[in-house]
């Protein structure tokens, strides 16, 4: 998909919108501790039961809309199981959406060992040469 720099910059905004994605959960359930606190309103079982009593000063919810609810958890399982069923467990692979996603742990883990690995050929070559270097120094002193 992408390749060399464009990668690594993929990579660098994937992992912004995901840590803005955590940083939004925890503030909307910040939020509705807040609010429950705050205004004495148990709003967080609103969003499980759908059902709202009125304080007076808001109207209370008319309908729960329990069919629209059960589509929406369909869709969510659906989604989940083509996840589930796309997904290739010995390449770590998922085929999503007509694309090839790897596993970033997978790629970085690769990443990683072909960087020490070349770091080690450095560290080799470097020695080597140190070594060349020194026994040549030590001839000219022996002549």
């Known amino acids: 998909m992408a390749q060399g720099n464009n ?7 994937h992992e ?8 939004t959960v925890v503030a909307h359930i910040g939020g509705v501790i807040f609010h429950t606190l705050r ?3 148990p709003i967080a079982l609103s969003m499980v039961t759908g ?3 009125s304080d007076g000063n808001e109207p209370a919810i008319q309908s729960s809309r329990p069919v629209i609810a059960i589509l929406f958890l369909i869709l969510i399982a659906a989604f989940g199981v083509n996840l589930v069923k796309n997904y290739d467990s010995t390449t770590q ?3 999503a959406f007509g694309l090839s996603l790897c596993s970033s742990v997978r ?3 690769k990443m990683k060992m072909m960087a020490q ?6 560290v080799r070559v ?3 040469m140190m070594t060349m270097t020194s026994s040549r120094e030590s001839h000219k002193f022996d002549s």
């Open 7 to 13: 990668k690594e910059f993929f990579e660098e905004i």
């Open 16 to 23: 912004l919108f995901a840590n803005a994605f955590v940083i």
């Open 39 to 41: 205004h004495k309103d």
């Open 51 to 53: 059902q709202k009593t």
């Open 93 to 95: 692979k998922l085929n």
């Open 107 to 109: 790629q970085r883990t």
């Open 117 to 122: 690995a070349t770091a080690t050929t450095r």
């Open 126 to 128: 470097t020695t080597m």
